[in-house]
C-alpha cells in the first residue's frame, strides 16, 4: 500500500514562489509516473506536471517556464516549484502516483495541500 502525504502549501502574494513537496511511503515498483494535479474552487481537476521514472517531464501550457517538477534521488519525495505565481493558480494541490502506460489515471492520491495567491 502506498501513501503519499503533499506539504509546502500556503498563502503567497502574486509573483512569489511556493515549493510543494510530497513524501512517498509504501513499495513502489516498476514503470510509472508521478504528477500534481490541481483544482480550483467549481473548476475540474487538471495535472500540472508529470514526471516519469525515467526522468522526462510534461507540464500544463498554463504552467511552463513557472513550474517545475523533480524528484530526489531516493525517488521518494516528489516535489513542485512555483515561480511567479498568479491568482489562477489558487486551489488544492494534489500529487498522485500512476502505473499506467498512459499515466491519465493515478492508482494513488494524497490528500492535498492549499495554495492559494492572491
Known amino acids: 500500500h502506498v501513501q503519499l502525504v503533499e506539504s509546502g502549501g500556503g498563502s503567497v502574494q502574486a509573483g512569489g514562489s511556493l515549493r510543494l513537496s510530497c513524501a512517498a511511503s509504501g513499495y513502489i515498483y516498476g514503470s510509472y509516473c508521478m504528477n500534481w494535479y490541481r483544482q480550483a474552487p467549481g473548476k475540474e481537476r487538471e495535472r500540472v506536471a508529470r514526471?516519469?521514472?525515467?526522468?522526462?517531464?510534461n507540464y500544463a501550457d498554463s504552467v511552463v517556464g513557472r513550474f517545475t517538477i523533480s524528484q530526489d534521488n531516493a525517488k521518494t519525495t516528489l516535489y513542485l516549484q512555483m515561480n511567479s505565481l498568479q491568482p489562477d493558480d489558487t486551489g488544492m494541490y494534489y500529487c498522485a502516483l500512476d502505473y499506467g502506460v498512459l499515466c491519465l489515471s493515478p492508482n494513488y492520491w494524497g490528500q492535498g495541500t492549499q495554495v492559494t495567491v492572491s
Open positions: 514526471i516519469q521514472r525515467g526522468g522526462d517531464t
